[in-house]
């Protein structure tokens, strides 16, 4: 699972922890939720590269080093994904944004697509959002959609993971980096992650 990558820092495990207590209300949620997005993304960063840019500034013109930022594209995997999006902004505020709805079939556990509004994704870096990483289903169906819009790269962030749904990334998408602050012990009989978070979309819209 070499294209897993745990990302150690601290405040993103405090982050978590706040995620995982059932006294977090769905206000709080979403905005650890976010920061969790930003940083990652910040942790992701720093495996991108920089290039040289003339800057004015109040000596002349200097070349300094940037983050193409409209290169990237950050596609939050409705609903849960959702408030990830203001962190990941926050970080680069130039990027574009698309918007894929991918659910799961509560019997079966498959993944179906009802939305899809991603812009042309040629020459970019496609930045999947969702914050969970359970039967790795919903994760490989938005890469597989992703990749037939021809992407320069994939890089997904992710907040909590089951051992089986990351497996099932390495092995289908070994090309993708995976991001992903915390790998919990096991699926459920149901599919959720144990210990987890519970059903991170009902808790960021306050819904059941
Ligand atoms: N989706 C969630 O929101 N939580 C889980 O534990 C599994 C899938």
Do not use: C
């Not at 059932?22 to 990652?40: H, M, P, Q, V, W």
């Not at 556990?109 to 039967?135: C, F, H, Q």
Request: charged share 30%; net charge neutral.
């Amino acid at each position: 699972m070499e294209n897993i990558i745990n990302v150690k820092n601290p405040a993103l495990t405090n982050i978590v922890t706040k995620l995982r207590d059932i006294n977090t209300d769905s206000y709080l949620f979403r905005k650890y939720i976010s920061e969790a997005g930003r940083i990652l993304l910040l942790e992701a960063l720093k495996d991108e590269k920089t290039v040289e840019k003339k800057v004015k500034i109040w000596v002349g013109e200097y070349r300094f080093p940037e983050i193409e930022e409209e290169r990237y594209v950050f596609i939050p995997i409705m609903r849960a994904g959702l408030p990830m999006l203001d962190g990941v902004f926050e970080v680069l505020k130039n990027a574009k944004a698309g918007f894929l709805a991918i659910k799961r079939n509560e019997e079966t556990l498959e993944s179906v697509l009802y939305y899809d509004r991603v812009p042309p994704l040629e020459g970019k870096n496609a930045v999947i959002l969702d914050p969970m990483v359970a039967t790795g289903g919903s994760l490989d169906y938005a890469v597989k959609v992703i990749k037939k819009k021809n992407p320069e790269k994939i890089i997904s962030l992710n907040i909590i993971g089951a051992p089986e749904g990351l497996k099932r990334i390495a092995e289908k998408h070994p090309e993708i980096k995976v991001y992903i602050a915390q790998i919990d012990e096991r699926l459920n009989d149901k599919g959720y992650i144990i210990p987890g978070i519970g059903d991170a979309g009902d808790r960021a819209f306050n819904t059941e």
